[in-house]
């Protein structure tokens, strides 16, 4: 079984885990070990268990040394073994492997690191994969000898958040912290978050102050309204660190708090807040003119906060002179690329940016790309953080093909140092390949996406797995063939059909395939994971109306109910979140009355 990249280097001397289903192995775990350490030798001791049938037991390190162990953690056996790498700072969530004699030791950083060393070391060097939180595979070998990499490796993202199933257990095995998988404290806990994103109304709350004071909220057109705050307002700043310092009281474990825009657009055009832009050329100047102020009045009660604000739409540009405090995050938001050009990686963006006219930059459209806006943050912070955009918003089932510009997307950031990325993938196509994909390049982003794709295909569709691979090239040679596919971007307007980049040839290529992955399947399970995915192409040729369909002789009603039935059986309720938010039901009804019409 081929050993996943990270593990690549010189192996120690061949370790026999366990024969004819028996070990000679023990887990040894310090004598009063940490909860992440008992964590990590009960995961061992399970998955172990499963791979080879043999039973190990965990003991303490107070008890006599064997010949055969694998020491969990700071144990007393490491501090004998006396090995360079356990001087090594592995940071929260690092992990380190060595090997000395017939003893394997799994060492990790101060949170999670014992546990993802555990895991690494049956991912990467036994072959264990958690594809989906129902999927595991962990294939019976009773007799498993293994030339060991020792190694270590600390990732570069402390924010890796694929925004994947909300999973704790899943998030664990795959090495996510998103603080939306509630990891618990005890095996290493999460990301935790104040308050999320988009956080305006809640730090001044319209419903409280408007009325009386509408000169807190901001000016268009000489008009007060919600949209955003006047951010140039004292009071304003006051309010809105008093409710941030609340929040933060409610949650004694928040790392971070978002003081950021409302969505969508508005910046206050009140005089104070426009003579500030205009003289720093950007409208990110109110915004981290009241950021930095907010993030002051923070860091007297909290000073391990950090202050997340987004650079998104009309706050992308870095000012010319006003700089974020050493506790704010600039949370950059791919919007202006990946909206317009979502098979274009931010490397390759040469923009342009399409509303750079009504947000008041200077410089011709044409001239500006996110990658300059990203490269300009680059320059004046550290503290960066990436919210990039991975799925089609205006058509959540429609194949997109879009896991090599993920990949590179996350390569140029983590090359540009970023602290953390969250990609915003709810309701994408295959959507179960796709989490754990972007997992993996999350902790590691050197890995292959090609590699990966092909690891959890042939892991995860059993029998149906060469139909697959096979539906998995043509979608990734239609990017190659079609420069128009440049045009399916995620604002694409669900009243045009928006999908038209896929040609009739690749609709009909994918329809064998599907048909042949489905016959293939070898039990109902693995027949729900094809349905799941076929769903892309039945969205599309429905999409595409009642003619369409008959055209290719296919019964268009008949269509449409095996749809609902495999999208109801997979608890898909969503179709769209841009252009009114279209829900399945709403969706079938579309789709029913243009029927309707046509008889
Ligand atoms: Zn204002």
Redesign the pocket.
């Known amino acids: 079984m081929a050993e996943l990249a990270q593990a690549e280097g010189r192996p120690a001397a061949e370790i026999a885990l366990a024969v004819g289903g028996e070990t000679e192995y023990v887990i040894v775990i310090p004598e009063s070990p940490t909860t992440q350490e008992q964590k990590a030798a009960e995961e061992l001791q399970q998955w172990l268990g499963e791979l080879t049938g043999a039973e190990f037991a965990i003991l303490s390190d107070a008890e006599p040394a064997r010949a055969k162990e694998i020491s969990v953690g700071r144990t007393s056996r490491l501090a004998a073994a006396n090995l360079a790498v356990a001087k090594k700072d592995l940071g929260d969530e690092g992990y380190a492997i060595a090997v000395k004699g017939n003893r394997l030791y799994l060492i990790g950083g101060k949170r999670r690191g014992p546990i993802y060393a555990a895991f690494a070391f049956m991912e990467e060097g036994l072959g264990c994969r958690w594809y989906a939180p129902e999927v595991s595979r962990v294939l019976r070998r009773p007799s498993v000898r293994v030339r060991v990499v020792p190694r270590s490796y600390v990732p570069p993202l402390a924010i890796r958040d694929p925004q994947a199933y909300f999973d704790a257990t899943w998030s664990l095995r795959n090495r996510t912290n998103s603080g939306r998988d509630h990891v618990p404290e005890k095996w290493g806990g999460h990301i935790n978050y104040a308050l999320f994103v988009h956080t305006f109304n809640t730090l001044v709350p319209p419903s409280q102050y408007f009325e009386e004071h509408p000169e807190y909220y901001?000016?268009h057109n000489g008009k007060r309204d919600t949209r955003q705050l006047?951010?140039?307002?004292p009071e304003v700043v006051k309010i809105a660190t008093q409710t941030a310092l609340r929040s933060l009281k409610e949650r004694p474990n928040a790392e971070i708090i978002s003081v950021s825009q409302n969505d969508g657009g508005g910046y206050?055009q009140?005089p104070?807040?426009l003579v500030l832009d205009e003289a720093e050329g950007s409208h990110a100047a109110q915004l981290i003119h009241f950021v930095n102020q907010v993030a002051a009045g923070i860091e007297k009660e909290y000073p391990d906060v950090l202050i997340s604000t987004l650079a998104y739409m009309w706050s992308i540009k870095v000012p010319k002179t006003l700089r974020p405090r050493q506790n704010v995050v600039i949370r950059l938001a791919t919007d202006t690329c990946m909206w317009r050009r979502p098979f274009v990686s931010v490397r390759n963006d040469e923009g342009p940016v399409p509303r750079a006219a009504s947000w008041g930059l200077a410089e011709a459209p044409n001239k500006l790309s996110f990658k300059k806006f990203f490269l300009g943050w680059c320059k004046v912070t550290d503290n960066i953080s990436i919210w990039d955009y991975w799925t089609n918003f205006a058509h959540y089932p429609a194949p997109t093909p879009n896991m090599e510009v993920v990949a590179d997307n996350i390569r140029f950031f983590t090359e540009h140092k970023v602290g953390g990325i969250f990609g915003e993938s709810e309701g994408a196509d295959r959507e179960a390949m796709k989490n754990w994909v972007e997992t993996k390049l999350l902790w590691d982003p050197s890995r292959n996406v090609r590699e990966l794709m092909k690891d959890f295909i042939w892991g995860y569709y059993g029998r149906a797995a060469p139909a697959i691979a096979r539906y998995n090239d043509l979608l990734g040679s239609i990017r190659k063939g079609f420069p128009d596919v440049r045009e399916m971007h995620s604002w694409t307007p669900p009243s045009g059909r928006g999908t038209d980049y896929l040609s009739q040839e690749f609709l009909d290529g994918a329809t064998v395939l599907f048909n042949e992955a489905e016959r293939m399947a070898d039990n109902e399970e693995i027949l729900h994971r094809v349905e799941r995915d076929r769903l892309s192409i039945m969205y599309v040729k429905l999409m595409h109306g009642p003619e369409f369909v008959i055209e290719r002789d296919e019964d268009y009603p008949a269509l449409i109910d095996r749809f609902e039935t495999i999208a109801r059986r997979e608890n898909i309720t969503q179709m769209s979140i841009v252009s009114g938010r279209r829900t399945l039901d709403e969706t079938l009804k579309l789709w029913r009355d243009e029927w309707r019409e046509l008889q």
Request: proline letters at 0%; charged letters at 20%; one cysteine or more.
């Open positions: 901001s000016e006047c951010l140039t307002n206050c009140c104070k807040c």
